[in-house]
């Protein structure tokens, strides 16, 4: 997500912060080298152009040209005009009577993941959600949402079967309602391959009869600045309240995300990467900006571990680790844990300076599966007693994984400096004061980087890059670079 946007941006921003002095020359040649990444990233020409105009006019400041480090003040500036295009403050989502959420957009955007998603996200909040299936022309869309409703144990509204007018299951839909008592309902729509007269037509009859409180686009960040022509369209025929940009983290551009808020005045409310129900979060622009910027988002990853950490089980952690015990069970809990919080290349876009390692070999979400398979194919007795692994042992393992001995040594030897570090006495007292803090993050394993030391936070393999300031802590004393 963001990637080639951030790299160029970076390269823009690296000349200017090691210039002592800033003229007009540098400033417009840096505003112009910024612009370029910022339209081969798909955004918007007339959101390039205010945005460039700006954080130029900031920049020309006499205070600015005369500052003792004027490259940091415009990279704040870039910041500052990054968060107020993505819309200023976190916007929530407003669950207002009728409670009534409509979920629109075209084929193929993930309207119906996307409900479901926001059905788990309701439920997390103590909410009660309802999904209702008025998608009646692609195929298995009704059961797809059944299906997933399920999963979430959250009760599905299905129609009548043959039937075909959405205007009519609408009005079914909330008799439907009424019988259960209330709750948050998700009306899941139709789309089309593309926006037409007819689709228009129908959501305006459906959304008369809904009445809903949020009317939410769901968009394909992928598509680029054709999700920003269709948030257009659907905002000036339907009105729509706010948008749901969903496969983040299959676009390197994300263009779009910045242009949609400001060609809609609609704000970004949730954001999706992946197709687990989990893999929905709430918008923050702030953060965004930051992650952009390559400053990652540590609050972000911070409230993302701390949903998934099992207290019980990071206390018996922490104990194994006061006794010095450390082994390849404790291990594949970390990997498994990790697993959980998503798609390794997200987090380490939350980590400042972690997106420096994109393409050296330090992110690389097979070489975590290669990691737990050798580890799977170790004997009880092993993955307990790491020491009792010889020559031949290891031949076992590499066999039994499908990967080369070369793989499983390296893994031992990462193992052996990772039980050290986690061990040691020093970093025992920061992970215990993190999780008394209620937001430290037990040590990530190594097995997902060059096959150095593992970093202050317990792997990634290698040190942590420098990203022009102190590591920030995590929760009451996570991590910090080495």
């Not at 909040?125 to 022309?137: E, F, S």
Request: proline share 4%.
């Amino acid at each position: 997500m963001f990637s080639l946007l951030t790299e160029k941006l970076e390269d823009a921003f690296k000349k200017i912060r090691g210039l002592g002095k800033i003229t007009e020359s540098n400033i417009g040649d840096a505003m112009r080298e910024i612009r370029l990444a910022l339209l081969e990233a798909d955004v918007d020409l007339k959101v390039t152009k205010d945005l460039i105009e700006a954080v130029k006019t900031k920049s020309m400041g006499e205070e600015v040209l005369r500052s003792v480090q004027p490259g940091q003040q415009i990279v704040k500036f870039f910041h500052d005009e990054l968060v107020r295009v993505l819309g200023g403050g976190q916007s929530e989502l407003d669950l207002g009577p009728p409670q009534r959420i409509l979920v629109v957009g075209l084929n193929g955007a993930g309207k119906t993941t996307t409900s479901a998603k926001l059905a788990n996200w309701l439920k997390k909040q103590g909410k009660r959600p309802l999904l209702i299936a008025l998608d009646l022309y692609r195929p298995a869309a009704v059961k797809q949402l059944q299906v997933l409703g399920e999963s979430l144990g959250v009760p599905v509204f299905a129609p009548a079967a043959g039937e075909t007018d959405p205007v009519k299951c609408a009005r079914h839909s909330l008799e439907w309602l009424q019988q259960q008592g209330g709750g948050v309902a998700i009306f899941d729509t139709a789309g089309r391959q593309e926006v037409d007269d007819a689709l228009l037509d129908e959501l305006k009859r459906v959304r008369e009869v809904v009445q809903p409180r949020e009317t939410l686009l769901v968009a394909d960040a992928a598509t680029g600045q054709q999700a920003v022509s269709v948030a257009s369209k659907f905002n000036e025929t339907i009105g729509i309240t706010g948008l749901i940009m969903t496969k983040l983290d299959g676009d390197a551009r994300g263009g779009a995300l910045l242009s949609m808020r400001q060609v809609t005045n609609c704000p970004v409310k949730f954001t999706g990467s992946g197709e687990k129900v989990e893999a929905l979060e709430v918008f923050h622009p702030d953060r965004m900006a930051q992650r952009i910027l390559g400053m990652g988002d540590v609050v972000g990853l911070v409230e993302k571990a701390a949903e998934e950490i099992d207290e019980k089980e990071a206390m018996r952690m922490a104990k194994r680790l006061q006794e010095a015990k450390f082994d390849f069970n404790d291990f594949l809990a970390q990997l498994k844990f990790m697993k959980r919080l998503g798609p390794l290349e997200g987090l380490m876009g939350m980590i400042p300076g972690m997106s420096k390692l994109k393409g050296m070999g330090g992110v690389d979400e097979s070489r975590m599966k290669h990691t737990e398979a050798i580890v799977l194919s170790m004997t009880k007795k092993e993955r307990s007693t790491p020491s009792i692994i010889n020559g031949s042992r290891r031949k076992r393992i590499a066999d039994g994984s499908g990967r080369p001995v070369v793989e499983v040594n390296q893994l031992l030897k990462q193992f052996d400096m990772m039980k050290n570090m986690m061990t040691n006495k020093g970093m025992m007292q920061a992970m215990m004061g993190g999780m008394k803090g209620g937001g430290g993050m037990p040590g990530m394993p190594p097995g997902m980087g060059g096959g150095g030391m593992p970093g202050g936070m317990g792997g990634f393999g290698g040190r942590l890059p420098k990203s022009g300031g102190k590591f920030p802590r995590l929760g009451g004393g996570g991590g910090r670079r080495r």
